[in-house]
């Protein structure tokens, strides 16, 4: 219950919050615009001051590069492949969770916080170590012309593995906060598993799905470690745009790879901005997040 | 099992481990600090600093490496601040910290946030008036209170801060012995074609990586015990 | 002069929650402030501990003006709805805390505070739970404790905001008694905000009946429930059952016969009028006993514990009869659903005015 609610049943009081003296305000709002300024405004300025230091044409120049763009699509093809995957993953994984009680359902929910703790690199190792072409499984997989490592289908995979749990953490305690209640309504009513999954609990969780696909989504484009192991980093061909931005640093091309870098800022703004504007949705319904 | 305990090795684990610890205990301030101001106050600009916390989240690791290379090297404008005092952030394990600060940041606001909104009023009021101080209300209730809270933000972020690579490795200056994070020992290994030998520095980090997913494990749930009730 | 409030005012917005509220309280009573939801009771409350502040007015507490002092100058016992005890500290430290927390030269010493901790433990009966958490306690043991917590720094006046509305029914009126018990041996001047008026009635030394931000009656429990001043303080004190009809030059018209006006009505030429007569003032019998006597069939009996209620359809009344009779009546009368009785309607009051139900 908010505080307002839980004041007086039906009247409009609402309750003057205990405040600090106005010096320590203003001290502590000083000192987190320093902190946001030397960590988050400063950085943000000077990827656009970099990008942008030679000039409009420069920067359009560098991002229409067919390199770039390659790059690009590449990073596309890669966020609309991994999105879907990892929500119809995500949705299976909390609905098995909060739906059901089963063995082992402690380890799975462990389980879903392991990439969060593995370091990207150790997931991209790991993913070499298993279909790399040395290795059984993956020298079979070469004899059938499917190549994994250094080649699409691994960036692909590599990144699905580093972005799984964030749809599935932001669903779990959402279903979790909403029960069991309407799907056993649903069940004694007369209902089948698909039913009830499309009519009852989809439409429940639509927001909730729809903040952690953006949350994927906006790891799986700026996700290095992980594909950098895999990648190879043959340019154009299985290059993401932040193993483009990293290339063209390391070749002291600084200006492009802000420009191109700033692509991956305006991404991420947007998907800040989104990410408020649904919270700000979830609030208006009464969902607490 | 030499490759693991090879000098080289065993620096880039000490290294790793210091700066996440480091950054993390500094996120606890700066995102404790933040979380308070972000609930508790008014004040023009809240809601644009509220957005942007996600930020560090949001933003790819490279692109937020080479930001902050470039901010903190000898002709970016901080690292040009900073060279009046003589501290140097590029190629040390200063820059590194500043880093992993960045990275972890929201995980602490955004966990001691929601803990911080839910508190009962009344528990404050009840401490005014009995006679407290707001530092003491402070010292006495609302820390203790936070303290499940802050301590799975910063194991979050120390946890993320050990196993971080995009980030660091373009302020780190990646010199041997000195500035060489774990990760990027694997990640040389195997440009090596040192399979063997990134595989054993990897599983130590994985068996610690186990070790910190348990240790988060339980502090989630001690967390989410003390604030059932 | 224990609590003096001068013209209190309070404003949210549009929305007056106390409206020129004066109130005198002698040293040493309970008091009660009586109301419905919403009727500002528990902002005045908060007004006088500190936690608001008044838009205009004073108050004053033992001759000390302390309208502009905050909370912790006060000096004043708040105890919470939902009791807000610290749930980090257990028990004892709690209790403790007002004590901890005093400037250095004003603290006692450690053994002191431990003393008169363990005293008020024993005095609230909870001293077995020292080293307990709050979270191990029942609701009724967290008030107790988080009374003990407010008694401790010696306070000049204790405020409790609707202390019993959290727990179980058998557990309220437990501790109703108890806290009657306990004041009677404290003596602190207490003031206790409830929408139960059963509660009031049991507990308090006088009643201040507010509605909508202002007072509407204050007095002993005897005066108001028996003299209530107006239709509100009447409706809010128990149960009732309200005819609408129609003064006219001495008379007033009670469904389809005419009863004497009381003396302050006489007067009036034409108005409409409340008759409010309570379920267990009604003479229920099965003969006419006098000529305004109502014939009416019983259409539900209800068991109320210790009463039956019935609810009798009468001729020439408009609405249902509620009322209350002891067993042994009904069982005397041989009383079922469906009998026939005559319903006298022998305690009213009659009120002209406005005011809904």
Same mark, same amino acid.
């Given at each position: 219950?908010?505080?307002?609610e839980?004041?007086?049943?039906?009247?409009?009081?609402?309750?003057k919050?205990?405040?600090?003296?106005?010096?320590?305000q203003?001290?502590?709002?000083?000192?987190?615009?320093?902190?946001?300024?030397?960590?988050?405004?400063?950085?943000?300025?000077?990827?656009f001051?970099?990008?942008?230091?030679?000039?409009?044409?420069?920067?359009?120049?560098?991002?229409?590069?067919?390199?770039?763009?390659?790059?690009?699509?590449?990073?596309?093809?890669?966020?609309?492949?991994?999105?879907?995957?990892?929500?119809?993953?995500?949705?299976?994984?909390?609905?098995?969770?909060?739906?059901?009680?089963?063995?082992?359902?402690?380890?799975?929910?462990?389980?879903?916080?392991?990439?969060?703790?593995?370091?990207?690199?150790?997931?991209?190792?790991?993913?070499? +170590? !298993?279909? =790399?072409?040395?290795?059984?499984?993956?020298?079979?997989? &070469? #004899?059938? *012309?499917?190549?994994?490592?250094? @080649?699409?289908?691994?960036?692909?995979?590599a990144?699905?593995?580093?972005?799984?749990?964030?749809?599935?953490?932001?669903?779990?305690?959402?279903?979790?906060?909403?029960?069991?209640?309407?799907?056993?309504?649903?069940?004694?009513?007369?209902?089948?598993g698909?039913?009830?999954?499309?009519?009852?609990?989809?439409?429940?969780?639509?927001?909730? +799905? !729809?903040? =952690?696909?953006?949350?994927c989504?906006?790891?799986?484009? &700026? #996700?290095? *470690?992980?594909?950098?192991?895999? @990648?190879?980093h043959?340019?154009?061909?299985?290059?993401?745009?932040?193993?483009?931005?990293?290339?063209?640093?390391?070749?002291?091309?600084?200006?492009?790879?802000?420009?191109?870098?700033?692509?991956?800022?305006?991404?991420?703004?947007?998907?800040?901005?989104?990410?408020?504007?649904?919270?700000?949705?979830?609030?208006?319904?009464?969902?607490?997040? | 099992?030499?490759?693991?305990t090879?000098?080289?090795?065993?620096?880039?684990?000490?290294?790793?481990?210091?700066?996440?610890?480091?950054?993390?205990?500094?996120?606890?301030?700066?995102?404790?600090?933040?979380?308070?101001?972000?609930v508790?106050?008014?004040?023009?600009?809240?809601?644009?600093?509220?957005?942007?916390?996600?930020?560090?989240?949001a933003?790819?690791?490279?692109?937020?490496?080479?930001?902050?290379?470039?901010?903190?090297?000898?002709?970016?404008?901080?690292?040009?601040?900073?060279?009046?005092?003589?501290?140097?952030?590029i190629?040390?394990?200063?820059?590194?910290?500043?880093?992993?600060?960045?990275?972890?940041?929201?995980?602490?606001?955004?966990?001691?946030?929601?803990?911080?909104?839910?508190?009962?009023?009344?528990?404050?009021?009840?401490?005014?008036?009995?006679?407290?101080?707001?530092?003491?209300?402070f010292r006495?209730?609302?820390?203790?209170?936070?303290?499940?809270?802050?301590?799975?933000?910063?194991?979050?972020?120390?946890?993320?801060?050990?196993?971080?690579?995009?980030?660091?490795?373009?302020?780190?200056?990646?010199?041997?012995?000195?500035?060489?994070?774990?990760?990027?020992?694997?990640?040389?290994?195997?440009?090596?074609?040192?399979?063997?030998?990134?595989?054993?520095?990897?599983?130590v980090?994985?068996?610690?990586?186990?070790?910190?997913?348990?240790?988060?494990?339980?502090?989630?749930?001690?967390?989410?015990?003390?604030?059932?009730? | 002069?224990?609590?003096?409030?001068?013209?209190?005012?309070?404003?949210?917005?549009?929305?007056?929650a106390?409206?020129?509220?004066?109130?005198?309280?002698?040293?040493?009573?309970?008091?009660?402030?009586?109301?419905?939801?919403?009727?500002g009771?528990?902002?005045?409350?908060?007004?006088?501990?500190?936690?608001?502040?008044?838009?205009?007015?004073?108050?004053?507490?033992?001759?000390k003006?302390?309208?502009?002092?905050?909370p912790?100058?006060?000096?004043?016992?708040?105890v919470?709805?939902?009791?807000?005890?610290?749930?980090?500290?257990?028990?004892?430290?709690?209790?403790?805390?007002?004590?901890?927390?005093?400037?250095?030269?004003e603290?006692?010493?450690?053994?002191?505070?431990?003393?008169?901790?363990?005293?008020?433990?024993?005095?609230?009966?909870?001293?077995?739970?020292?080293?307990?958490?709050?979270?191990?306690?029942s609701?009724?043991?967290?008030?107790?404790?988080?009374?003990?917590?407010?008694?401790?720094?010696n306070?000049?006046?204790?405020?409790?905001?609707?202390?019993?509305?959290?727990?179980?029914?058998?557990?309220?009126?437990?501790?109703?008694?108890?806290?009657?018990?306990?004041?009677?041996?404290?003596?602190?001047?207490?003031?206790?905000?409830?929408?139960?008026?059963?509660?009031?009635?049991?507990?308090?030394?006088?009643i201040?009946?507010?509605?909508?931000?202002?007072?509407?009656?204050?007095?002993?429990?005897?005066?108001?429930?028996?003299?209530p001043?107006?239709?509100?303080?009447?409706?809010?004190?128990?149960?009732?059952?309200?005819?609408?009809?129609?003064?006219?030059?001495?008379?007033?018209?009670?469904?389809?016969?005419?009863?004497?006006?009381?003396?302050?009505?006489?007067?009036?030429?034409?108005?409409?009028?409340?008759?409010?007569?309570?379920?267990?003032?009604?003479?229920?019998?099965?003969?006419?006993?006098?000529?305004?006597?109502?014939?009416?069939?019983?259409?539900?009996?209800?068991?109320?514990?210790?009463?039956?209620?019935?609810?009798?359809?009468?001729?020439?009344?408009?609405?249902?009869?509620?009322?209350?009779?002891?067993?042994?009546?009904?069982?005397?009368?041989?009383?079922?659903?469906?009998?026939?009785?005559?319903?006298?309607?022998?305690?009213?009051?009659?009120?002209?005015?406005?005011?809904?139900?």
């Amino acid at each position: 219950m908010t505080q307002a609610e839980k004041s007086i049943g039906n009247s409009p009081v609402v309750k003057k919050r205990i405040s600090d003296p106005r010096s320590v305000q203003v001290l502590l709002i000083g000192l987190t615009y320093l902190f946001f300024i030397g960590f988050i405004f400063l950085p943000l300025g000077l990827v656009f001051s970099q990008a942008f230091e030679k000039g409009w044409g420069f920067y359009l120049d560098s991002i229409h590069e067919p390199y770039a763009l390659e790059a690009v699509k590449l990073t596309l093809l890669t966020v609309a492949i991994v999105v879907p995957v990892n929500a119809v993953f995500g949705v299976s994984a909390a609905w098995a969770i909060t739906k059901f009680n089963f063995k082992g359902k402690s380890a799975l929910k462990s389980l879903l916080d392991l990439p969060f703790a593995v370091s990207p690199v150790i997931a991209g190792l790991i993913f070499v +170590l !298993l279909v =790399g072409s040395r290795t059984p499984f993956g020298s079979w997989l &070469g #004899e059938l *012309g499917i190549k994994i490592i250094f @080649s699409t289908p691994g960036i692909v995979i590599a990144t699905i593995f580093v972005t799984f749990p964030f749809i599935a953490r932001e669903l779990i305690p959402l279903m979790e906060a909403q029960g069991r209640d309407e799907e056993e309504a649903a069940l004694t009513l007369g209902a089948k598993g698909w039913q009830i999954f499309g009519q009852i609990t989809l439409p429940n969780i639509r927001w909730g +799905l !729809l903040y =952690g696909m953006i949350l994927c989504g906006a790891r799986s484009i &700026g #996700e290095f *470690g992980a594909v950098s192991v895999v @990648s190879g980093h043959i340019r154009g061909q299985t290059n993401t745009i932040p193993l483009h931005v990293e290339i063209l640093y390391s070749e002291y091309n600084f200006t492009a790879s802000f420009a191109v870098a700033s692509l991956l800022v305006f991404l991420a703004l947007l998907t800040v901005v989104l990410k408020r504007g649904i919270e700000k949705h979830f609030q208006k319904n009464s969902f607490h997040h | 099992m030499n490759a693991v305990t090879a000098p080289r090795v065993l620096a880039s684990y000490r290294l790793s481990f210091s700066t996440a610890f480091f950054a993390a205990l500094f996120d606890g301030f700066a995102g404790l600090l933040t979380a308070w101001v972000l609930v508790r106050y008014r004040f023009p600009g809240k809601d644009l600093l509220d957005a942007l916390v996600d930020l560090p989240f949001a933003l790819p690791t490279a692109v937020a490496g080479i930001c902050f290379a470039t901010l903190y090297s000898p002709i970016g404008w901080l690292g040009q601040l900073l060279a009046g005092w003589n501290v140097q952030v590029i190629n040390s394990p200063i820059g590194i910290v500043i880093a992993l600060i960045f990275i972890g940041f929201p995980f602490i606001v955004r966990t001691i946030q929601p803990v911080l909104e839910e508190m009962e009023q009344e528990i404050e009021e009840a401490a005014q008036c009995l006679g407290a101080t707001r530092w003491q209300t402070f010292r006495k209730i609302l820390f203790p209170h936070l303290f499940p809270a802050l301590l799975t933000g910063v194991t979050l972020a120390f946890a993320r801060g050990i196993g971080e690579y995009g980030s660091v490795i373009f302020i780190a200056g990646n010199l041997p012995m000195k500035t060489e994070i774990a990760p990027l020992m694997i990640m040389s290994k195997l440009d090596q074609f040192d399979y063997a030998g990134a595989s054993a520095v990897a599983l130590v980090l994985l068996c610690i990586s186990f070790t910190m997913l348990l240790a988060l494990n339980a502090v989630q749930e001690w967390q989410q015990k003390e604030y059932r009730s | 002069m224990g609590i003096e409030l001068q013209n209190i005012t309070k404003q949210f917005g549009e929305y007056k929650a106390i409206d020129n509220l004066s109130l005198n309280i002698a040293s040493g009573d309970l008091i009660a402030l009586l109301g419905p939801s919403g009727c500002g009771k528990t902002t005045l409350l908060r007004i006088i501990a500190g936690l608001e502040l008044a838009d205009s007015g004073k108050i004053i507490l033992e001759n000390k003006d302390t309208t502009n002092l905050p909370p912790r100058k006060k000096n004043v016992g708040f105890v919470f709805q939902h009791y807000a005890l610290f749930r980090r500290l257990n028990v004892l430290e709690n209790v403790a805390f007002g004590l901890n927390v005093l400037p250095f030269k004003e603290r006692p010493s450690r053994s002191e505070i431990r003393d008169r901790v363990e005293h008020l433990l024993k005095l609230v009966q909870m001293d077995w739970a020292q080293k307990r958490y709050p979270s191990q306690l029942s609701g009724g043991q967290r008030q107790r404790v988080a009374l003990a917590r407010a008694l401790a720094v010696n306070p000049r006046v204790l405020l409790l905001d609707e202390p019993f509305s959290a727990l179980d029914a058998k557990v309220r009126q437990e501790l109703r008694r108890w806290l009657r018990k306990l004041h009677d041996e404290i003596h602190v001047t207490s003031i206790f905000v409830t929408h139960d008026q059963e509660e009031a009635l049991e507990l308090a030394d006088k009643i201040v009946v507010i509605n909508k931000g202002r007072i509407e009656q204050q007095g002993t429990p005897q005066e108001v429930y028996d003299h209530p001043a107006n239709a509100f303080v009447y409706n809010f004190l128990g149960n009732v059952n309200v005819f609408h009809g129609r003064v006219h030059n001495g008379k007033v018209s009670l469904g389809a016969h005419n009863v004497d006006a009381p003396d302050d009505l006489k007067d009036i030429e034409e108005k409409p009028s409340q008759t409010f007569v309570r379920p267990h003032e009604i003479g229920i019998s099965r003969i006419r006993s006098n000529e305004n006597d109502f014939a009416g069939t019983i259409r539900e009996v209800r068991l109320l514990g210790g009463q039956i209620g019935l609810n009798i359809e009468c001729e020439g009344l408009d609405g249902p009869v509620e009322a209350e009779v002891p067993r042994e009546l009904f069982m005397n009368l041989q009383l079922a659903k469906g009998v026939q009785v005559f319903v006298s309607l022998n305690r009213v009051r009659i009120f002209t005015g406005d005011y809904e139900i």
